[in-house]
């Protein structure tokens, strides 16, 4: 291996051992996640320092510094999330029919960020922006169960299939979204009436949506995260 690609390696394994809930790591626990040895760290450090990359507490323990926000926030803006999900949901409605959306969670109640409707007369057409109760929906439970840290607490079989929760003639299926750094984005919802989105046709769709999911996060950067909640027991 040629040495600047070595040295910038272990830059790298530096700065990728933080994780989410770190506010501070000593030396010790450097060395131990990237199995560098401490000489090396130190003489790593200073120039991550300098940068900006990380800083050092008066207690000698190391932080990511603010290059590292500032970077993050350039990765954001530039990575526009509807020009990713605005083709998924397009192509579920083209493969299945029915409305496909995003919903998120919004305090105690669960919000439509992005939607593509059905080209059906007959459908479930809501837009974006609109507020719904957390209820039993599959979307509200997909939400709840996985959590804002993208952690699933109860076994859920995915995608998950509701019907007659919200209103007593519309059916929904959906399944978690994951974005970077394993967090979630939201539930990935399919949603029409009951009389044609039925459990029999909601299994002709599983593979659709768990398609969906695993593209939609791959590109936002979750895919591992997705891969993990899809090993949820039946």
């Known amino acids: 291996m040629a040495p600047g690609r070595a040295s910038a390696e272990r830059i790298l394994s530096v700065l990728s051992c933080f994780q989410r809930g770190d506010e501070a790591l000593t030396l010790a626990e450097i060395t131990r996640r990237t199995g560098l040895v401490k000489s090396t760290v130190l003489r790593l450090s200073p120039a991550l320092i300098e940068a900006g990359y990380m800083l050092r507490d008066p207690h000698g323990n190391y932080r990511l510094g603010p290059e590292i926000s500032r970077l993050n926030l350039i990765y954001t803006e530039a990575m526009r999330v509807e020009h990713y999900v605005i083709p998924v949901l397009q192509q579920l409605v083209e493969q299945t029919g029915e409305t496909a959306s995003i919903y998120i969670r919004h305090g105690s109640y669960r919000l439509c960020q992005y939607r593509v409707n059905s080209p059906h007369q007959l459908g479930v057409h809501k837009q974006p922006g609109e507020v719904r109760a957390m209820d039993d929906a599959s979307s509200a439970v997909i939400l709840r169960s996985f959590g804002d840290n993208g952690e699933h607490h109860v076994p859920v079989k995915l995608?998950?299939?509701?019907?007659?929760a919200s209103d007593p003639f519309a059916a929904s299926m959906s399944i978690p979204v994951y974005q970077s750094g394993g967090a979630l984005l939201g539930a990935l919802v399919l949603a029409g009436p009951c009389n044609r989105l039925?459990?029999?046709?909601?299994?002709?769709y599983s593979d659709f949506m768990r398609s969906?999911?695993?593209?939609?996060s791959r590109q936002l950067g979750g895919e591992t995260a997705f891969l993990r909640a899809l090993q949820a027991p039946d």
């Not at 039925?198 to 002709?204: D, H, I, K, Q, V």
């Not at 969906?212 to 939609?216: D, G, K, P, T, V």
Request: no cysteine; charged share 15%.
């Open 159 to 164: 995608p998950l299939y509701t019907e007659g």
């Open 198 to 204: 039925t459990g029999a046709r909601a299994n002709e």
């Open 212 to 216: 969906a999911a695993l593209s939609l």
